[in-house]
Structures are given as structure tokens and as C-alpha cells.
């Protein structure tokens, strides 16, 4: 698993690692490389958006060795668009000096209104991208996802597509309402946001498991 300061240094660059990099010219370095296995090229593959595969590869990336952190980096570095090499050179250097030179993340309350009720949920990063915590939680959530998909608003047609898209398969189905709905609300679907979906589909025990947050009331 990547160090705790090198964390902070993915934490501090995150908006830009999610939204400027090319995510398909990325992981086939990475994968030339054979920083990525089978297993985790199916978990980024998955998803179509482009924000959403460096969501997943940067989660992917933070459980490696160090080494393939600055192989990521020099993956930047190589590509043909100058703000990603700009980027991929800041992290590098960030990520050394961070080196040289290291606390759970902040909890806030939240209030959530739900059944007539308001429930108090303690959170961290609630505004960080709901995307980003698709690969913990869509095994625990996947058979439910038409009850998410209707508190999402998505109407029996769009339901009936993600369907006939992945027939009998209701971990991409999960994936692909949760994908096609970030893209439609990239900037409003947020952690918070996925976990009052989540409440409001009646899942909360599933939020619990999903360690998504923790319920103060």
C-alpha cells in the first residue's frame, strides 16, 4: 500500500488526476509496464467515462508499492498533452520532497432527511466524487440497484436499456446506472449524495457495510 504521504500528495493533485488525464493511454502503460493484473483491468474496463476509470485506477494504484506510483508518474510524463506532463512531473517531484522530508480524515455531521425523520450521519469528504467509491460498494448493492435507479430518477425505459446493456448481469448494471448518472451529475454526485440514495432506497444497513459513514441517531 502506498505511504500515507504520498496519499496526501494524490489528495492534494486529485481534481486534476481525475479530470485531465487521458485514462485509456494511461492504463495500457501501465499495463506494457505490468503494474496492472487481469483482475484490476476488468475493475477499470468496466466503466466508460473517462473521470470514472482514473477514479478506479488511482484506488487501484493507492493499495500498490511505491515503485508504481512514480511508474504512473513517468506514464504522465509521456504523454503528449502538456498539462498532463506538467502534472505528472508535479507529482513526482511532490511525492519525492514528501519522501524526503507522514491521522484518520476529518469526520463531519451531516442531516439527512428521511421517512418524515432527520438522521445525523457522521461523513468524511462528503463532497468527493461519488465515483470514487464505486469498487467497494457495488458488490454489496448491485441486486438492488433498480430501487437506487428509481430514487436516482432514472425512468423504466433507461432502466430497461442498462438492462438489455448488461443482461443478467447485475454488478455491471449497478456499475453502469451508478457511471451513466455521475456523467449526467459529475459535479453534484457526491459521496454525501450516493449515501442519501443509498438511505433513501431503504440500504442502510448496506451503507454501513460499505463503511460509507455512521449513523449518529
Not at 65 to 88: H, M, P, R, S, T
Request: charged share 30%; proline share 2%; aromatic share 8%.
Amino acid at each position: 500500500m502506498l505511504p500515507k504521504k504520498i496519499l496526501e500528495v494524490i489528495k492534494k493533485h486529485e481534481e486534476r488526476i481525475y479530470k485531465d488525464i487521458p485514462s485509456d493511454e494511461i492504463i495500457v502503460n501501465l499495463i506494457v509496464n505490468e503494474v496492472l493484473n487481469d483482475d484490476e483491468i476488468s475493475q477499470i474496463w468496466i466503466y466508460d467515462d473517462n473521470e470514472c476509470k482514473n477514479l478506479v485506477l488511482i484506488e487501484i494504484l493507492k493499495k500498490h508499492e511505491i515503485k508504481d506510483f512514480f511508474i504512473f508518474c513517468a506514464a504522465l510524463k509521456n504523454v503528449n498533452i502538456k498539462n498532463v506532463q506538467e502534472l505528472g512531473a508535479l507529482l513526482e517531484n511532490d511525492a519525492n520532497e514528501a519522501i524526503n522530508s507522514g491521522g484518520e480524515p476529518m469526520m463531519e455531521v451531516k442531516d439527512i432527511g428521511f421517512d418524515g425523520k432527520v438522521l445525523q450521519i457522521s461523513i468524511s469528504e462528503p463532497n468527493s466524487s461519488a465515483a470514487k467509491y464505486y469498487l467497494t460498494i457495488y458488490n454489496h448493492i448491485a441486486v438492488y440497484w433498480k430501487k437506487i435507479a428509481k430514487v436516482l430518477e432514472f425512468d423504466e425505459k433507461a432502466i430497461s436499456t442498462i438492462e438489455e446493456y448488461y443482461p443478467l448481469d447485475c454488478n455491471r448494471q449497478c456499475v453502469k446506472m451508478l457511471s451513466d448518472y455521475h456523467q449526467l451529475n459529475i459535479s453534484s454526485f457526491t459521496k454525501l449524495k450516493l449515501v442519501e440514495a443509498l438511505i433513501a432506497a431503504d440500504l442502510r444497513e448496506e451503507v454501513v457495510k460499505c463503511n460509507l459513514c455512521k449513523f449518529v441517531n
